[in-house]
């Protein structure tokens, strides 16, 4: 009897989860908007509501979004530990202890074949680069966020 209560106990939270966190959403000033889906370009952010209805948003409003469960957020870009000016979006891939493992795909021109996409992470704490991973600092990283990953 304990076994059935406890498993549909956990069930009904495993339902409520879900219903709680939509895959599709927008963050903005304004709040979180529940969306159908969610297209982002370079300067705007077009949204289709479950209703069907479409909204366009400028990209400099936008402060997060999530697509198929994966989160975005915009996060100050940092270059050889300097800040560059410019706000990026860059993957949520986990979070512990107030810090964030960011993922942000970069592009090589300096390589073999120009313009060569090569993924770069990034921890931050709120809006302030902590620390920007390198192949020395990769594993023990990776293993305090409990990401299981391994070169390419």
């Known amino acids: 009897m304990k ?23 927008v963050a903005s000033d304004d709040g979180r908007i529940q969306a159908e889906k969610v297209k982002v370009g370079f300067n705007k952010a077009t949204i289709v509501l479950a209703n069907g209805e479409k909204t366009i948003l400028p990209i400099d409003d936008l ?18 530990g300097e800040a560059t000016g410019k706000e990026v979006f860059m993957e949520l891939i986990s979070y512990s202890n107030g810090l964030k493992l960011l993922k942000h795909v970069e592009y090589d021109y300096d390589a073999i074949i120009p313009g060569s996409p090569v993924d770069k992470f990034y921890v931050y704490r709120d809006n302030e680069l902590h620390l920007a991973l390198d192949q020395k600092s990769m594993p023990t990283v990776m293993q305090f966020f409990g990401v299981r990953w391994s070169y390419k």
């Open 3 to 25: 076994k059935i209560a406890l498993f549909m106990s956990a069930a009904l939270f495993s339902f409520a989860a879900i219903a709680s966190s939509p895959s599709t959403w």
């Open 63 to 80: 402060d997060a979004y999530s697509i198929n469960g994966k989160v975005f957020e915009k996060k100050t870009h940092y270059s050889d």
